[in-house]
């Protein structure tokens, strides 16, 4: 999580929203002094873009979800019976950690929506929050994420963000501890009493333990000698990748944002736009594009992730007519690793690996959020756990 600015455009590299049931971030932000800079934003919502014309999308479902057109009857009363079951999970599902919802670890979350619910909620209400918000696609991810975090949405009105960006935490942090930057680790190697870090110059560094936090397509590379279970670990790991357009543009926009149903004609899930904010470092308004699985994928086969904007410039005309004169700058942001994808299995796979790891029996301990939730408050739960085991409580 981390604010960047470039080209007069204002965005963020990592995570845009911060949940109240992450109990671990909440005491880490506590921990850092920066809780009173936590800014609620109630009521989130945005529009939904259809064949049939748009409509209300809730981030955290209310009953204004009934209300969305072109459901069945059948499907409402079906939605009332799935939010009352979601509550009832809620002591057991824990929202940091995707394996407390191990049993839905086999069924896509296509499969599951459509069985409890139906396909008019999986398409109008699913789908294009999945989509619009972490690039999802309802077919290829288990049922665990929307099982495991769900209990504890339905009915919440509330997320937060920081009033100095999302970097502000990390700044904090920074502050409190010895953080050495720009320091490129080759080997990490682990012997019988310690653990040796190779570094990128040549050093070498030898510690009792080592903790390996970065992102879990990155990590297998780094270890000499892998155990079985790491390399199985490692092996399963998948990320998706995403594809983000920044304009910045003259003059006033009317604040929106805009999700698409996956039958829609368009390459962008969200389309957003936003008033210039000074005092809160942004000095243009902005227009955020963010490109479909479907877009991410063909742009990859054409390798064009420098030319993202290609993309998107004819739909951005389309709102905005004079944008050609109004445009200021644009900024491509392509992440190849976003989000860690909880596909069908891999909290199975997941769960010897936690289980291998609460053992004790290696002195390389891992955390993020490919070992926990795909969500910041999962990375920072793992990270807890790691601290607890490596502290012997």
Partial sequence: MGDRFENGIAYNSGAR??????????????????????????RLSALCSSLDGPYSIELMPSWK??????????????????????????????????????????????????????????KRLIEPVFRGTRSFDA???????????MPHLVGEDTVFTFAGGMGQLCNALADRLPVQT????????????QCVVTLADGRELSAD????????????????HPSLEESEMLAAIRYNALGIVHFAVAGSLEPCIEFAMR????????????????????????????????????????????????????EVRARIPDFDR????????????????FYPGYGSTLRRFLDWQDAGKSRIRYCGDWVSQALLGGACASGVRVAAQIAGK
């Fill in 209 to 224: 333990y080592v903790v390996i936090a970065t992102e879990g397509a990155r990590i297998a590379p780094l270890l000499v």
């Fill in 65 to 122: 979800a009934l209300l969305t057109p072109g459901l069945p009857l059948g499907e409402r009363c079906r939605l009332i019976l799935a939010a009352l079951a979601l509550r009832t999970r809620r002591r057991r599902a824990d929202p940091d950690w995707a394996v407390s919802a191990l049993e839905w670890d086999h069924i896509t979350l296509a499969e599951c929506i459509r069985k409890e619910i139906g396909d008019g909620v999986l």
């Fill in 139 to 149: 077919d290829a991810i288990s049922a665990l994420f929307y099982q495991s975090t």
């Fill in 17 to 42: 929203l911060i949940y109240p049931f992450s109990r671990d971030l909440h005491r880490i932000i506590e921990a850092a002094g920066v809780t009173s800079s936590l800014v609620p934003l109630k």
């Fill in 326 to 341: 109004r445009r200021l700058s644009t900024l491509n942001q392509w992440i190849p690793h976003k989000i860690p994808i």
């Fill in 263 to 314: 039958d829609s004609p368009t390459r962008i899930a969200t389309y957003q736009q936003l008033d210039a904010a000074p005092q809160q470092g942004r000095p243009n308004s902005q227009v955020y594009c963010q490109l479909t699985p479907e877009a991410i994928r063909q742009v990859q086969e054409q390798c064009a992730t420098d030319r993202l904007d290609e993309w998107v410039i004819d």
């Fill in 182 to 193: 720009s320091v490129a680790v080759t080997a990490v190697e682990q012997h019988d009493d």
